[in-house]
Nanobody, 121 residues
Framework: VQLQASGGGLVQAGGSLNLSCAAS????????MAWFRQVPGKEREFVAG????????YYADSVKGRFAISRDDAKNTVYLQMNSLKPEDTAVYYC???????????????WGQGTLVTVSS
């Protein structure tokens, strides 16, 4: 399984970015997908996730109401629309795949390479 994340960049506070993660190697629609983020010196944290069949979503409190996760199973791609960005959202964002939706990092067996999001104040 390969995951390829893209869409990061530099944006001013209050701006928006849309991250994408393209998957290959297995039946995409069967599996949950999630976005995590990590800043230097801190643990990788759950941001948002979406289940496979039912497309249930779950968000970290810090991004609820600002970020939206979605998936296009026909394109084997998951997205993270990030609005009203804050400087504290600055991090490397990783996409990940799991058998089921969970916030537990260790349950995700497949990871993308990460894409850097920098939010300037």
């Amino acid at each position: 399984v390969q995951l390829q994340a893209s869409g990061g960049g530099l944006v001013q506070a209050g701006g928006s970015l849309n991250l994408s993660c393209a998957a290959s190697g297995r039946t995409f629609s069967n599996y949950a997908m999630a976005w995590f983020r990590q800043v230097p010196g801190k643990e990788r944290e759950f941001v948002a996730g979406i289940s496979g069949k039912d497309k249930d979503t779950y968000y970290a409190d810090s991004v609820k109401g600002r970020f939206a996760i979605s998936r296009d199973d026909a394109k084997n791609t998951v997205y993270l629309q990030m609005n009203s960005l804050k400087p504290e959202d600055t991090a490397v964002y990783y996409c990940a795949s799991s058998n089921y939706l969970t916030v537990i990092r260790g349950r995700y067996g497949y990871w993308g390479q990460g894409t850097l999001v920098t939010v300037s104040s």
